[in-house]
């Protein structure tokens, strides 16, 4: 257990293609953050992506960063501007959150519910977030359970553009 964790963050740059997409290659990683439609990915596509976030905005995307070392990444998002069919009913006041760690030697010691409370710490920050949601596969049992440290309920199984979820809430007044 890691008591005392120095998380800070930083915007993601395009010269951090090369680590995300180590991490996304990595088993524990993979499983869960590139199953159909997304696929692992190549270099390039995992370069595009980011490119696309500096220049469009679509995500706020960030590296973790433990003791001043990147252990992982995340990405934030206005769910109430959020493209297609994903959130129809979130409006501005809800935020999004996905994240990995991508260091596998820093997963299981219960970091990554203290990185989910600093997200939505900062998160909260702006008056107008009432709530944040996360979007957990439903077989993703770590992921649920560190979300659920973190103090998100879990509100109903639903379908996503990316397949079968478990909508999770942080309330801003619960937190
Ligand atoms: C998901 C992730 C952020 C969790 O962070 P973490 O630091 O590993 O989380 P923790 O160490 O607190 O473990 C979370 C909890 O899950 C539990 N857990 C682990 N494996 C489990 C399993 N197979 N079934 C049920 N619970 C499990 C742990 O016991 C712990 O709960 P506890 O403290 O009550 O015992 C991290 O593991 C990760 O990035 N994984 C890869 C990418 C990913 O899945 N991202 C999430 C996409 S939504």
Known sequence: MINTPDITFRPIQLVDAPLLFAWRQKPHVAAWWNVAPYEAGTYEEVEEEIREDLELGGHDSFLI?????????????????????????????????????????????????????????????????????????????????????????????????????LLMRLCRESN
């Open 65 to 165: 960063l433990f003791d001043g070392q990147p252990i992982g990444y995340g990405q934030t998002y206005n769910a109430g501007d959020a493209s297609g069919d994903w959130w129809p009913d979130e409006d501005e006041s809800t935020s999004g959150l996905d994240l990995l760690i991508g260091e596998e030697s820093l997963t299981g010691r219960g970091l990554g519910p203290l990185v989910v409370c600093a997200i939505c710490d900062q998160l909260f920050a702006d008056p107008k977030v009432q709530s944040i949601i996360a979007d957990p596969n439903p077989d993703n049992l770590r992921s649920i359970r560190c979300f659920e440290k973190a103090g998100f309920l879990i509100e109903r199984h639903m379908e996503t553009p990316d397949g079968q979820a």
